[in-house]
């Protein structure tokens, strides 16, 4: 089977500043993958690339043995695909219910009852009452917007699962909410799961490796207890600081 994310040699170039220069990534079928940076790194520039929102300036990337820049790469992984973006970018003229009907109508071309009976399962899945269905975005919180988000996301039932930041702006509860969510979701659903994230509760909670983006390219792969043995000065800085080492005391 082929695997599902192989990035060759990306080069990301924006004017005269180069984010991404040489960058190799291979993802593992099944795994959950975090993806971890310092601020202006790349990670979001990468994501893009990779789910081709973004040309890029060199290198290949391939999802499922495809290569993205061709149509038929892009056609042939497309639902295959889940994607949850910062903030949840949830439309915010239409209902949960409605949001969550979307992938289906887009690309499923089901009856009505039967994308109203799926939308609701999704809807359960991603852990919300029934009652939220006929919210609009605006009337939740946002920890209740992710998972909605989360439950578009994985409407089609993909085989790869893209979460940006998931758990960014939320408190330490509701955030160890959402990690247990998708943790069982990757259980019952066997996704697997690319995640950038800042949240070190998260990689040690969620993720079976960790990729680190410095200087321009993924510089370690590793799972987190082999990456706090690195001597690399921004890795060490990052598991080795005050937060790393109190999420570290958490784990236990």
């Known amino acids: 089977m082929p695997v599902p994310i192989r990035v060759c ?30 601020s202006g790194s790349g990670k979001s520039v990468l994501l893009n ?3 081709g929102l973004r040309r890029p300036d060199g290198g290949t990337i391939e ?3 495809q290569d993205i820049a061709g149509a038929d790469g892009q056609g042939a992984t497309r639902q295959r695909i889940g994607v949850m973006f910062q903030q949840g970018a949830l439309f915010s003229s239409l209902s949960v219910q409605e949001n969550i009907e979307a992938p289906f ?7 009505a009852d039967l994308v109203r009976d799926l939308a609701a399962l999704k809807l359960e899945l991603a852990g919300l009452p029934a009652d939220a269905a006929m919210k609009m975005p605006a009337d939740l ?32 509860i509701s955030a160890a909410g959402f990690d247990d969510l998708i943790l069982t979701l990757h259980k019952a659903l066997g996704f697997t799961v690319f995640i950038i ?56």
């Not at 909605?148 to 960014?168: K, N």
């Open 63 to 65: 999802i499922f043995g």
């Open 49 to 51: 690339t990779i789910l």
């Open 141 to 172: 919180s946002g920890g209740m917007r992710k998972r909605v988000a989360v439950a578009r996301a994985i409407a089609l039932d993909p085989d790869l699962l893209f979460l940006d930041e998931p758990t960014s702006g939320l408190d330490p």
């Open 197 to 252: 994230t800042h949240d070190l509760d998260t990689l040690h909670a969620i993720c079976d490796r960790v990729a680190v983006l410095a200087d321009k390219r993924i510089i370690a792969v590793a799972t987190v207890a082999e990456l706090e043995l690195s001597d690399d000065p921004w890795v060490r800085a990052y598991f080795h600081g005050a937060r790393g080492e109190a999420a570290e005391g958490r784990k236990h």
């Open 105 to 111: 109508r887009e690309h499923a071309h089901l009856p």
């Open 9 to 38: 040699g990306l080069r990301t170039v924006f004017g005269d500043a180069v984010v991404h220069d040489g960058l190799d990534l291979e993802v593992r079928a099944g795994e959950i993958l975090g993806v971890v940076g310092s």
